[in-house]
């Protein structure tokens, strides 16, 4: 995979670029998903393992992001190899296909400790979306990497995005504490694990 190396500042410029994008066009490949999709995510987020394995071996799925849930799923459930849910990070350009898509993706990703991977793939379900809102999720993850690699400025600014919308305002209480006092992320072990995760390997844009 090919690596861009971040230099201070370029999260701003992106995150611009990115919202110039979610206004300005539509792409019709990044529409919001396919039902199928919905239904993975939604199984997804409710960590729904053994519904999951059994919905693709009734149906097995074509979509290549619905079977990374799929490989997430079997590893909770102690029937995946450590090779075979790494299979997750390959193809990191044409597996975030569509909103849903992206969004699983980046759950997937931070599971796995890939912090800045979840990064871009919040970042492609914001072009991807078809609201002239932000979408909430995707708002959140920015701001939980931002927070996980101390970009406490650029976190405050997703959350003076998020506070401005209702729907975002429940995550944005939450986690404003983390940005107005850094030190507390030790009560909050997902993200401190994650922190110590990130450090310790080089800080790469995955494109």
Known sequence: ??????????????????????????????????????????????????KIVEKNRLTPTASEACYNVVRVASWHLGKCSRAELDKCLEDSHGVLGSETAALMMSDIYLQLGMVNM?????????????????????????????????????????????EAYKDC??????????VEHPEQIVNYPSYQKLREIHDSQKDEFFL
Do not use: N
Request: glycine share 2%; aromatic share 8%; net charge positive.
């Open 1 to 50: 995979m090919k690596r861009l190396f971040l230099v201070p500042g370029l999260w701003s410029l992106l995150m611009a670029l990115c919202l110039l994008c979610c206004a300005c066009q539509r792409t019709p490949r990044l529409a919001d998903g396919t039902p199928e999709e919905h239904e993975y995510d939604q199984l997804l987020q409710q960590k729904q393992w053994a």
């Open 118 to 162: 979840a990064r871009r793939a919040a970042f492609d379900a914001m072009v991807a979306m078809r609201s002239e809102t932000p979408d909430s999720r995707a708002l959140k993850r920015l701001t939980e990497v931002a927070i996980i690699t101390r970009e406490y400025d650029l976190a405050m600014k997703y959350l003076k995005v998020g």
């Open 169 to 178: 305002r429940p995550w944005t209480k939450q986690l404003r504490p983390l």
